[in-house]
């Protein structure tokens, strides 16, 4: 007798999807609970607000959305650059709406979701989508951080925003984005090398070419 599958391939597979942070094709998904089967909802683009948007509170619907850590980061001359991304973090949570069944069922099938729905950083068990609120899910990000720090985690990073709408305007990790003050691309500081002197790295940076001499 084959045991009941509980989540749909396409849940799954969305859920991959909002892993990959090398994509940001999925940001969020919501998935529907009914008869003991989880089925796909939606899943787009965006994030927080976009994800509950899609919830029925008349259902039980699971979901998730992801949240970009940004930073601000200066160059080695000490001159504000921009916005750093530091990673992403993804928030799970189980709506419990719908009938007295499912969501007793629901409850029971938690197990074998949240083994399709993994790798999440923090989790949420409401009642009302409105209770995830933007404050809540930012009071509980940073208390799940800190823990993991304690843990000997590598969540010790340094002082970060959470953007919960993925719209801040990033390049992958690490780069440099668009100077918000000014509009312009900033270049990266100069690479040091053996020639360079004390006195060249005091010269501008646009005095020096990408290997570091004038």
């Not at 999807?17 to 529907?32: G, I, K, N, P």
Request: glycine share 8%; aromatic share 4%.
């Amino acid at each position: 007798m084959h045991a009941r599958k509980v989540v749909d391939e396409a849940v799954a597979s969305a859920w991959v999807r909002l892993l990959d942070e090398e994509s940001d094709a999925c940001q969020w998904l919501t998935a529907v609970y009914a008869k003991g089967r989880l089925v796909l909802k939606a899943w787009g683009r965006g994030g927080r607000t976009a994800c509950l948007a899609t919830v029925d509170s008349k259902k039980v619907t699971f979901g998730g959305f992801r949240v970009t850590l940004v930073a601000r980061d200066s160059s080695k001359l000490g001159r504000e650059i921009g916005e750093i991304k530091r990673g992403t973090k993804i928030v799970f949570f189980q709506c419990q709406g719908g009938s007295v069944m499912d969501r007793a069922r629901a409850n029971a099938d938690q197990g074998a979701i949240k083994r399709v729905m993994n790798k999440s950083h923090c989790q949420f068990l409401v009642d009302h989508v409105d209770d995830l609120t933007e404050d809540e899910v930012t009071r509980k990000l940073s208390t799940c951080m800190i823990t993991t720090a304690a843990n000997g985690g590598d969540d010790a990073l340094p002082a970060c925003r959470f953007d919960l709408e993925n719209n801040t305007l990033l390049l992958r990790r690490g780069t440099l984005r668009c100077d918000e003050t000014h509009g312009t691309k900033q270049p990266p500081p100069a690479a040091m090398t053996k020639n360079n002197t004390p006195e060249d790295n005091n010269k501008p940076e646009a005095a020096l070419l990408p290997n570091g001499k004038k």
